[in-house]
């Protein structure tokens, strides 16, 4: 069965908390479904965790995962890693269909390490 598009755009928007001290990279990105992404979390300070969200439009954000360690985990298609410096974490989407089509969020502890 032919599909009558060829061509499915995803638009993934990241949305960053300024009050954690963090930076989500890249702010908008279009993929074709079935391609990977990755989404990037950086901070200035030390965590003890980074939790990631998902938002789709009209709903409210939906937890996906915590990090409390470092190394990754992996949920069906997702794969979020706690970098070794506890400064950053990656979130990868395998293979992303439509229903991936969202604002993905990333957010620190409410302290950071040593405060």
């Avoid at 979390?41 to 995962?65: A, D, I």
């Avoid at 985990?73 to 979020?80: D, F, M, W, Y």
């Avoid at 070794?84 to 990333?106: H, M, N, T, V």
Wanted: proline residues 3%; glycine residues 6%; contains cysteine.
């Amino acid at each position: 069965m032919l599909l009558k598009f060829s061509v499915l755009i995803l638009w993934i928007q990241l949305a960053w908390q300024s009050t954690q001290q963090l930076e989500q990279s890249p702010r908008f990105l279009s993929i074709q479904e079935g391609e990977n992404f990755t989404a990037y979390c950086n901070s200035t300070s030390t965590f003890t965790s980074f939790q990631w969200y998902r938002q789709k439009p009209g709903e409210g954000p939906v937890h996906l995962m915590t990090l409390s360690r470092r190394g990754e985990i992996k949920q069906k298609s997702l794969v979020a890693q706690f970098g070794e410096a506890r400064k950053d974490s990656s979130l990868f989407i395998i293979a992303a269909q439509a229903e991936d089509a969202a604002i993905y969020i990333c957010a620190g502890p409410q302290c950071s390490h040593g405060t």
